[in-house]
């Protein structure tokens, strides 16, 4: 428990501190970014540390590309 509310804090004073210069700038994409990124963040923070089992990325990227494989190797036997 005390290490999702650690992250929360963090989070917010991240957010805190750097929401204001970029509201200052009106950089609204980088708004956008930057606290969509810091969500996606804070919430894998926060499964990792409940011990959720979250998916592996090199298994999508293994799904999408063992056909363009299979296909370059069967052309160059």
């Known amino acids: 428990m005390g290490v ?11 957010g805190l501190i750097e929401l ?10 980088e708004i956008w970014v930057f606290s969509s990124l810091l969500f996606i963040g804070s919430v894998l923070c926060v499964l990792q540390f409940e011990r959720v ?5 090199l298994e999508w990227i293994t799904y999408v590309y063992q056909p363009v494989s299979r296909f370059v190797f069967g052309i160059l036997k």
């Open 4 to 14: 999702i509310v650690t992250v929360l804090i963090i989070a917010t004073l991240a």
């Open 20 to 29: 204001p210069q970029l509201m200052r700038k009106q950089q609204i994409p």
């Open 53 to 57: 089992k979250l998916p592996n990325p």
